[in-house]
C-alpha cells in the first residue's frame, strides 16, 4: 500500500488522491461494508484501470458495496470500467437514488466500515478529510443513513429489452 496521503484535504488533486489511497486500503483490510456517496460521481477516479482492480480485489469474499448518488446519469459515460466490473459484480453492489435533497447538499462520502472514511465538507473547493478515526466513521454512516432511508434502487446492472 502506498503512503497514507494527509488527513486533510485541500484540493481535487488530494481529494482523488485520497480516494486511490482509500480504494487501496479497502482491499487491503477487506472492509465488508463500504459506502460511496456523491451527487453524480463524475469527479471521482471509478472508471481508472487501478480503481477497478482493487475493487476487484476487494470484492472477491463476502462483500457489499453501496453507491448512493441524486443521479447516476453521467457514470457509464465517465466511468465505463467500473461499469463493466458491476456487471459482473451486481450481486454485491447496489445502486440508490435520492432525489429529495436540493441541488448541492448531496454529501461526498467514501465509507469503508472499520478501515476508512473520506468525506468533502465543501465539494466546490474540494475541503475534506480522510480519517480511520471511529468518531468519523460513525458520522459518516450517519450522513449516509440518513439519506438511504429516503432512497430507491436505480441504475440497473443491465437492461433488458422487450
Same mark, same amino acid.
Given at each position: 500500500? @502506498?503512503?497514507?496521503? &494527509?488527513?486533510?484535504?485541500?484540493?481535487?488533486?488530494? /481529494?482523488h488522491v &485520497?480516494?486511490?489511497?482509500?480504494f487501496e486500503t479497502l482491499a487491503s483490510a477487506g =472492509?465488508?461494508? %463500504?459506502?460511496?456517496? !456523491?451527487? !453524480? /460521481?463524475? +469527479?471521482?477516479?471509478l472508471g481508472e484501470r487501478a480503481t477497478v482492480e482493487l475493487l476487484q480485489h476487494w470484492a472477491a469474499s463476502s462483500r457489499k458495496l453501496t453507491?448512493? &448518488?441524486?443521479? /447516476? +446519469? !453521467? %457514470? =457509464?459515460r465517465r466511468h465505463p470500467r467500473w461499469v463493466e466490473w458491476r456487471r459482473n459484480w451486481a450481486h454485491i453492489v447496489s445502486c440508490r437514488t435520492n432525489t429529495e435533497l436540493a441541488t448541492g447538499k448531496f454529501p461526498t462520502v467514501l465509507l469503508g466500515l @472499520? =478501515?476508512?472514511? %473520506?468525506?468533502?465538507?465543501?465539494?466546490v473547493h474540494h475541503r475534506g478529510r480522510l480519517s480511520h478515526d471511529k468518531a468519523d466513521e460513525l458520522r459518516c454512516k450517519e450522513q449516509i443513513d440518513a439519506i438511504l432511508q429516503r432512497s430507491e434502487e436505480a441504475f440497473p446492472a443491465s437492461t433488458t429489452g422487450l
Open positions: 500500500m @502506498g503512503t497514507e496521503p &494527509a488527513s486533510l484535504i485541500t484540493s481535487r488533486a488530494e /481529494f &485520497a480516494l486511490r489511497y482509500a =472492509a465488508r461494508e %463500504v459506502w460511496l456517496c !456523491d451527487e !453524480d /460521481f463524475a +469527479d471521482w477516479p453507491l448512493v &448518488a441524486r443521479h /447516476f +446519469d !453521467d %457514470v =457509464a @472499520g =478501515a476508512i472514511s %473520506v468525506r468533502l465538507s465543501d465539494n
